[in-house]
């Protein structure tokens, strides 16, 4: 479902042009930050005898851990075959017990040494490229990047299924150019939603404009979905950024109609939670359609739901300890 028109007015601040960070920054494309390998599993043997390990003086450390399937990193347990061949425990599954380099049974053979090998190593964090400094004992290095601040981040689009990830300014040009989603500069905005058959409420999703503000980017959405056996309409923000950084901020949501409205204050959610997240938990302005009808006023068979919002950045105030308001002049 499509709204028949949307019209949109941002309201400009005045903010300094060489406050919004350019669009042509270095950006990620959908990588998996990973290097290319080499699979050298033929010239590593784990001796199931003696628990010996045998490497080929050209096989780094690194590479005697990778699994010869799945190309990751192998943590316990780490399987062998009897002739020595190790592979992860995912991957022992998939390969249906048979050890992919020599075909032979793989059994219930663990490699014991290779695990040891793996307690003593320390590596950095696979987004070090991307800025992450850490360094990681071998086991603790997966829990670590799966909440890295350094790791890409999702495309926020919520009106499809998009597997695009990067950087903030990589994501910013592809919602711009491949989604076609409105860009505006400034802390306010006015959204007018018309629908001339406000009946039809599909589960439907639409994002229709990123904002830069303080220098940051601001994702709006306005969507139309079944709230259990009731139609609602729902706006909310989220921050193009970390969790951490999203606190410092702060936005209102009101819409209103007939000398009544409705008014929603609270913080913007990071995109490292998902669209679907953010809805589910109706962390954001809430319209049932009686009352979105109401809003428009009429013989209520046409939605025309107007809403107007702002972003501000909270301050601390150094004499007092306490946050204060910084709006957009």
Known sequence: MEFDSIECVSITDGIDEDESPQLHHQHIIRSQF??????????????????????????????????????????????????????????????????????????DIRCLALEKVAE?????????????????????????????NFRPY????????CAVVGDIFYLVTHLRDDHK??????????HRYVKSNPREVENA???LTVFNCFGQYFCLHFEAFQLGMTPVYMAFLRFMGDETDARNYSYSLEVGGNGRKLIWEGTPRSIRDSHRKVRDS????????????????????????????R????QQNPDEGACIPNLCS
């Open 181 to 190: 989603v409105d860009m505006h500069c400034g802390c306010t905005f006015n």
């Open 154 to 161: 999702n495309c926020p689009y919520a009106g499809s299924e």
């Open 34 to 107: 990973s290097s290319s390998k080499t699979n050298n599993n033929s010239n590593i043997i784990c001796d199931g005898n003696n628990g010996g390990i045998s490497i080929h003086p050209a096989t780094s450390v690194h590479e005697l851990l990778e699994c010869p399937v799945c190309t990751n990193s192998m943590y316990p347990p780490i399987h062998q075959c009897h002739n020595g061949h190790t592979i992860c425990s995912t991957c022992k599954a998939r390969v249906h017990n048979r050890c992919p380099t020599c075909r032979q049974e793989l059994g």
């Open 205 to 207: 999703t639409w994002i």
């Open 120 to 148: 003593s190593l320390e590596l950095p964090c696979k987004y070090g490229s991307l800025g992450c400094p850490d360094i990681f004992p071998y086991y603790s290095k997966l829990k670590h990047e799966a909440a890295c």
């Open 311 to 314: 972003i501000w950045k909270e």
């Open 282 to 309: 109706h962390d954001g302005l809430v319209i049932q359609r009686n009352m979105a009808l109401f809003f428009s006023g009429g013989d209520r068979k046409e939605l025309k739901l107007r809403v107007t919002g």
